[in-house]
């Protein structure tokens, strides 16, 4: 049986994963009948948002390992843990966290490094060629795992594809329910609420995205 990774940093899309994105992936690919374990790097979260006002609570902080287990429903293991050979494919949806934890890219901007556990964790798929799904945000990472000439999208953010390109890769520009395919290194993008206004809009470039990585994994559809 099929079985893919999905990679989560938080709970929250201000300070962790983005829930529709997440739960929109989980019913993605139980569609297909695929199998999937959800990660998150054990770590504290770079801040917490209240959500409701939008400001950061100083005087709290949370592990991101913990939180992802809030969309997990507790079935999540730490990015050290994973056994490579047990996945098929990888997928890692958006919520500013993609950007805090997984990456330092929200306050780095195109000087941003991969956080370690997760640099290593996304290379062990891209080393074995597996399929990998990036929406929203996460995308921003591609050019930091891939390098030169990776190609995939965040939507149409002038400044982000900007970014993006100095950082090495090659931004293609999209709306809201497309997907980008770089066939080479087996990766799909899609901008989800980097563009949606709704969780409809966010709801089709996630369902394309996810029957595209199935594809690369053998699975009819």
């Known amino acids: 049986m099929t079985k893919v990774a999905i990679l989560l940093s938080g709970c929250g899309v201000f300070d962790g994963s983005e829930i529709h994105e997440s739960v929109l992936t989980f019913l993605e690919l139980e569609r297909w009948g695929i199998e999937h374990q959800c990660f998150a790097p054990d770590m504290a979260q770079l801040h917490v948002i209240n959500h409701i006002t939008g400001e950061v ?26 056994d490579i050979d047990a996945f098929d494919a990888l997928v890692i949806p958006g919520g500013f966290g993609a950007a805090k934890n997984l990456c330092d ?17 996304i290379k ?22 891939f390098g030169e000439g990776a190609v995939g999208t965040i939507g149409n953010d002038i400044e982000t594809a900007e ?59």
């Open 105 to 121: 890219f929200a306050i780095n901007n195109q000087d941003c490094e991969v956080t370690l556990q997760v640099e290593v964790f």
């Open 57 to 82: 609570e100083q005087s709290v902080t949370r592990n991101a390992l913990v939180e992802s287990a809030r969309i997990a429903r507790g079935n999540v293991l730490a990015c050290d843990t994973l």
């Open 124 to 145: 062990a798929f891209a080393n074995k060629k597996k399929p990998i799904g990036f929406i929203c945000i996460s995308p921003v990472m591609i050019p930091k795992i």
């Open 163 to 221: 970014a993006f390109n100095r950082m090495g890769g090659l931004h293609q520009n999209t709306e809201v329910g497309d997907i980008i395919i770089d066939a080479e290194r087996h990766i799909v993008s899609t901008p989800a609420y980097m563009l949606a206004e709704n969780i409809t809009q966010a709801h089709k470039g996630i369902s394309a995205l996810i029957k595209e990585v199935a594809k690369m994994c053998g699975v009819k559809v």
